[in-house]
């Protein structure tokens, strides 16, 4: 279910998920993020940094940071308050979560690469060996996730089953 480290990081934060599961999530989250990019290298070579995400021309580091916590508490938002009820998972959570991802890329993608996920540019800078700017693509996500989660709080209270249900991936019936 999860494939970012930040949403799993939120999850646990919100106690939706349990702590002790994080560290093998992570763990494959890496792998297969390191996988990808070994893919890629083995297809391609080492073109275009093996799809690493880098701030834009002529965008600061700081700005690129700002984005990817900005971008990123509106992605751990959208998943949080996806998975908030049964109807909202699946389908309807897809569309939402999708919907962001995809407005969220074309708006900022020249400004910081609209990583959101640490994994998905930590992986191809260890792979090609520059990481210049990965400490933007793992800070940027991780504040993001805990801002989210903290709106989360703020608007809804504490955790409730039915978000525990959907940070598990499971369904239960007797939510619907």
């Not at 990817?68 to 309807?92: D, F, H």
């Not at 709106?151 to 239960?172: I, R, V």
């Amino acid at each position: 279910m999860h494939l970012n480290p930040a949403v799993t990081l939120a999850f646990a934060i919100r106690r939706n998920f349990p702590w002790n599961r994080v560290p093998g999530y992570v763990t494959a989250q890496c792998a297969g993020g390191l996988a990808a990019s070994c893919f890629l290298q083995a297809m391609f070579g080492n073109i275009a940094q093996l799809g690493a995400t880098i701030p834009g021309q002529g965008v600061t580091n700081v700005q690129a940071l700002i984005m990817e916590v900005l971008l990123t508490t509106g992605l751990v938002s959208t998943i949080l308050g996806t998975a908030s009820g049964a109807r909202n998972i699946g389908s309807n959570g897809a569309l939402a979560v999708g919907g962001y991802i995809a407005l969220a890329g074309l708006w900022a993608a020249p400004i910081s690469g609209a990583s959101m996920n640490p994994v998905r540019s930590l992986a191809p800078d260890l792979m090609s060996g520059d990481m210049k700017t990965s400490w933007i693509y793992v800070v940027g996500p991780v504040v993001g996730a805990i801002i989210a989660v903290n709106f989360e709080w703020m608007l809804k209270g504490k955790a409730t089953a039915a978000g525990t249900t959907a940070a598990e991936g499971s369904l239960d019936l007797n939510d619907q």
